[in-house]
């Protein structure tokens, strides 16, 4: 702890984690979009240390969304509760799936209902693979999935992330430091960060986040194009979300999403390997779940993950989401 | 006279920018602030301009007209809102242009009785003794 001299968390507040801890940093960030902010920790560690101000850089997350006892309350002057709340557009899942209606609208519902239904199921045999999942030991099928209960129209249960308890911490250190580190070295080849709109009902297009800026600029700085790309890990706070953002990321067109996920493709064994822990879906999702695609993707990168090992994985991209699909941050890491 | 507090979810308290928006609901009126440089209308009210960041706005009233944007319907009891379930969250795109959030009523909320794009009107909830939540109903 001695080394660490940034502390960068969403929430709770930096002041909380360092103090806990016994740090005092010389770097600090508490930016809290959503659950993109700790994706956008990595970049920010990234250009602190470019600027020489430091060495190393802890990003924690910690968050217990099963099990919490309390909820903060809402500030009742702010626009979303004067605009929104009072009408019970209140949690993401009312948010995105007004979203996502309007995917299906321009679209087509068939099509998209498909798309998200071979998502839900190619993530969950992910999770089948990885021991931590909280749906390891728990197949599903297509059938499953089209008959289960309705959350909100028209996100079906398996449409919608986990609520559960987790944590996680990464590690951002200068290439001096890396090389007397314990483990290989992941580098942060490229970052992006951007974002619209805080209200749903503020969001510019509602089929397309600002990924569409984010990814390009990470690309751009890491030197890649899509085809380099051997692991995505796409925030996948809904099925919707991972739709929406391979689109907006520009894997494919917009409407393609659904040709492009199409055939379990992207299931182990499918030629684009996704969300290889299990997902927000069928692994862990805390609430904010970014951490977990810095780790998966580490892991994967440093070819630690077992079962699920993704062959020969270079270069992995990495988008989180946040908000009421109002923030991205995108990353390319690499090995 | 005391209106029955009626409210499912927070009640908002309005702020200086949104006072006027409010009560002009209370007296069953929908009104939307406008950029005077654009001549868009904008929801929701703010002081500046969110095309120009101009302060040259004004306030117009809407015909309360327009159309089904998207919907979604809740079939999960949510928190911090106490009504029955399953009820229909919406956007509609009110013929002046800006989107709304709300809620649909006066429907059963099922997928087979609406449709995006459909005409719809707005009806006033009032829900407080100073809060009325513009809501709305197929035409």
Redesign the interface.
């Known amino acids: 702890m001695k080394d660490v001299d940034a502390i960068y968390c969403a929430n709770p507040s930096p002041l909380t984690i360092a103090e806990y801890f016994g740090i005092t940093p010389k770097h600090t960030d508490g930016t809290s979009v959503g659950g993109s902010s700790f994706v956008i920790h990595v970049a920010h560690a990234l250009e602190a240390i470019a600027a020489g101000r430091i060495d190393v850089a802890l990003i924690t997350h910690g968050e217990s969304g099963r099990s919490q006892r309390s909820?903060p309350g809402?500030d009742?002057?702010a626009?979303g509760?004067?605009?929104?709340?009072?009408?019970?557009?209140?949690?993401p899942?009312?948010q995105y799936?007004?979203?996502?209606?309007?995917y299906m609208?321009i679209y087509g519902e068939d099509k998209t209902r498909q798309a998200m239904a071979e998502i839900a199921v190619a993530t969950r045999k992910w999770a089948n693979l990885n021991e931590k999942a909280f749906f390891y030991e728990t197949p599903m099928s297509f059938d499953e999935y089209h008959d289960s209960?309705?959350?909100?129209?028209?996100?079906h249960l398996p449409d919608c992330c986990l609520t559960i308890d987790g944590g996680g911490a990464c590690v951002v250190v200068s290439p001096e430091v890396a090389k007397s580190c314990a483990k290989k070295p992941v580098w942060v080849n490229g970052a992006g960060e951007a974002h619209d709109h805080g209200?749903?009902?503020q969001m510019p297009d509602?089929t397309r986040t600002i990924a569409h800026q984010s990814g390009p600029e990470a690309m751009q700085m890491a030197g890649i194009t899509h085809s380099d790309v051997d692991l995505a890990m796409i925030y996948d706070s809904f099925t919707y979300t991972v739709l929406t953002t391979l689109e907006s990321l520009g894997f494919c067109g917009p409407g393609e999403g659904a040709d492009f996920v199409a055939n379990q493709r992207t299931a182990p064994g499918g030629d684009f390997a996704m969300n290889t822990n299990g997902g927000g879906l069928s692994y862990c999702h805390t609430g904010m779940y970014g951490m977990f695609l810095l780790l998966e993707a580490t892991r994967q990168l440093r070819g630690e993950a077992g079962a699920r090992q993704v062959e020969n994985c270079k270069t992995s991209l990495v988008n989180g989401t946040g908000g009421a699909l109002s923030s991205t941050g995108t990353l390319v890491l690499g090995v | 006279m005391t209106t029955e507090n009626k409210?499912?979810?927070?009640?908002?308290?309005?702020?200086q920018e949104?006072d006027f928006y409010w009560e002009k609901l209370k007296a069953h009126e929908l009104w939307l602030r406008k950029c005077n440089e654009t001549g868009k209308a904008y929801?929701?009210p703010r002081d500046i301009s969110p095309f120009t960041f101009s302060r040259d706005t004004s306030w117009i009233q809407s015909s309360g007209k327009g159309t089904l944007?998207?919907?979604?319907?809740?079939?999960?009891p949510?928190?911090?809102?106490t009504?029955p379930v399953?009820?229909i969250?919406?956007?509609v795109e009110l013929e002046e242009g800006p989107?709304?959030?709300?809620?649909i009523v006066g429907v059963e909320p099922d997928?087979s009785n609406l449709t995006?794009?459909m005409p719809v009107e707005v009806t006033y909830e009032d829900?407080t003794d100073t809060?009325t939540?513009p809501?709305f109903k197929p035409v």
Do not use: D
């Open positions: 909820r809402a009742l002057g626009p509760s004067q605009y929104e709340l009072p009408f019970g557009i209140a949690a899942p009312m799936a007004m979203a996502c209606n309007r609208h209960r309705w959350i909100v129209y028209p996100f209200l749903i009902s509602l | 409210a499912t979810g927070p009640v908002p308290v309005p702020q949104s929801f929701y944007f998207t919907y979604a319907i809740c079939y999960t949510i928190p911090r809102y009504g399953p009820f969250i919406a956007m989107l709304i959030p709300t809620n997928p995006i794009g829900i809060i939540l809501k």
